[in-house]
């Protein structure tokens, strides 16, 4: 959902943002932690701190180290959009932890709030949760440890008695001051809070959760909504229910640079999977905001400013391989390398990404989409 | 669900209500032909002018004459007291509605509205609510024709899609000049409308409406529900459905008077379904107000008031013989009949009816319950 007073504008200041919130810096020694309870290399959004923040991840870890294990919630609001590459990092990232920490995940996708919020009727909503579904799914999610449930097909029961036993703890006031709604704003905005709420809490999941009501929840999520799950915080001990704990990235930047936004109404603010090659490297050359000077003399003279070169915080986010990266870093921040290379170095990572998501989602049938979505026990729950 | 500026203090002027409301009177002609449509008496409830309201009754009589049916829909919110006498009113009225229309019934009981707006538990208003069900199925309804739903039970899948596109077109304030809520309310409050309205459409019941969406909805309550349910009827062909139709009582009066209320924390305001004989018989001699003179002298001399007089009045309701009812109001108004002898004959007529009431709601057991609660089509819709 979207924030009250949430503009991105300007270039983000992300320690005045930890400190404004009063989340925690996921600083190196929790990412050690990680490296040596998993025994694999930490992801690259780690390594880089795309990940740069949480709350209480240490205690997720504490009680992984004791045996304890945890499950992962993380979500999306199915919207016409093809999905860019902004969206697919909290999922990239979420493979990563699950296949990691081999823990359960629920995936919510919101068809009931992008009704409420856009001119969508429920049908086209449904439509679209499958839709993203798919290219969900073509993450690379294992089936036997991830359940994919749309709003209008799955609330009610259990999910719908903690809907009511959240709405209890919350007042308008509360909600007002979080997501700025207005008298003429309609009810159902007002009643969604609880709806993204729940998935914290594992008794939402009979199914899946039976007898492991105080598993606790990790939620893999954008900054942004750390004030909606600061709600959630707040409510889980005063019904009974352990708090989820968030590990929190910063924003993926629009082509026009730091301070844009990736915007549907603009195809060319962002990169798109479903963007042919000549796309990607149109968008790119044309569009991407570069710290290199505008002429090769100046350029091998001065070097490029790394800090706003969206470029190399594309391949940061996007190339592996960390000497790879620092190679390009040295080499065009000191002069040696042209923006061009960097460019074209970009457009090749991309293009393959791309590709190979798409290959993916053309391999994901229909009846893949019913197994990930069956309400169900799932088999591989911790192995 | 409570309405905001809705205190019944001082003696109603239900007719100025049908004014500010802009609902129409049942008038004697509408009341005919339902006697002719039915081929029965009307209900004493009609008779006496205990029904007297309505919103579009006639469109819902004249598709019934074209051989369109109609379902009905009521409910309550369960709760800890016990039913008094003004809690069957609706019920009571409901099942004769059934039994001469030969129409199916939808009864909601609002658990979750109770949850939220009093301090019980999920649990307990779950609980709670299947007792009522017993108090309700005790009134006579016809199982093949009649589906109990409790909300944590039932919301969910076609429901919520319903409940969501209500939500759409209803603004806070909208909400807050209804029910008069504050920003220190919480959000389950503002939630709930669109759990109350949508059983007001056929496509929320698939298991009992599926390819007759187009039905009718008629309820029955009390008329202070009549602006929640022109929410309700505002909304409805935004949305593509029928607006549905209401028919609507004056209050129960408390013991005390017409100007009392009935209230759950002085149990002397009314009769419960609960009460022995004699707890009868000492709250209508010690308790009923009455219209009659203080003494034997001066009651033979004035008369008793019939307008205040509350043995009077819940004969009215409850005592079917029009030409005994005739009798009393003419002999205890000219003062040959004392009050002692009219609150004699009120004893009698409550005690058999409570007791009636008794042995039915003994015989209620959890199969059936269940029975009346199962999601199942109904085998008797329109015979």
Chains 1, 2 share one sequence.
């Not at 919130?21 to 998993?38: A, E, M, N, P, W």
């Not at 899946?208 to 999520?221: T, V």
Request: one cysteine or more.
């Amino acid at each position: 959902m979207e924030l009250a007073g949430w503009q991105v504008s300007g270039k983000i200041d992300y320690d005045k943002l930890i400190d404004k919130f009063g989340c925690q810096r996921l600083d190196q020694s929790l990412i050690d932690r990680v490296h040596r309870l998993t025994g694999r290399p930490p992801h690259v959004f780690l390594r880089r701190g795309v990940f740069f923040a949480h709350r209480d991840f240490n205690e997720i870890l504490d009680a992984y180290e004791r045996g304890d294990k945890f499950y992962l919630y993380t979500g999306r609001g199915p919207s016409s959009e093809a999905l860019h590459l902004g969206h697919l990092v909290p999922f990239m990232f979420t493979k990563y932890l699950q296949d990691a920490f081999k823990v359960p995940l629920v995936i919510q996708l919101t068809d009931d709030e992008k009704c409420m919020w856009k001119t969508l009727s429920v049908e086209e909503s449904q439509r679209l949760a499958r839709e993203n579904a798919k290219d969900i799914i073509a993450c690379g999610f294992d089936v036997t440890r991830t359940f994919i449930f749309s709003d209008f097909d799955y609330v009610g029961g259990a999910f719908y008695k903690n809907m009511v036993r959240v709405a209890k703890c919350v007042t308008y006031n509360k909600v007002v001051g979080i997501f700025g709604f207005t008298g003429e704003d309609h009810i159902g905005k007002v009643s969604f809070p609880p709806v993204q709420a729940v998935p914290s809490f594992p008794s939402s999941f009979p199914h899946l959760f039976s007898g492991k009501e105080n598993l606790r929840c990790l939620i893999p999520c954008a900054i942004d909504q750390d004030p909606y799950f600061r709600m959630t915080r707040d409510v889980a001990p005063r019904i009974g229910y352990h708090k989820p704990a968030l590990i929190e990235s910063s924003f993926f930047p629009a082509l026009q640079g730091d301070t844009g936004k990736m915007s549907a109404s603009d195809p060319n603010s962002a990169i798109y999977v479903t963007d042919t090659p000549k796309e990607i490297k149109d968008k790119i050359n044309r569009y991407a905001f570069t710290g290199g000077q505008d002429t090769k003399e100046k350029q091998m003279l001065y070097g490029a400013n790394l800090e706003v070169d969206i470029p190399v915080k594309y391949l940061s986010f996007f190339l592996d391989d960390d000497a790879e990266l620092d190679y390009i870093k040295q080499e065009y921040g000191s002069g040696r390398m042209l923006t061009f290379d960097v460019k074209k170095q970009l457009i090749e990572v991309l293009t393959e990404l791309v590709e190979r998501h798409k290959r993916a989602r053309a391999a994901v049938t229909d009846e893949m989409v019913d197994a990930f979505m069956a309400v169900r026990p799932l088999p591989s729950m911790f192995s």
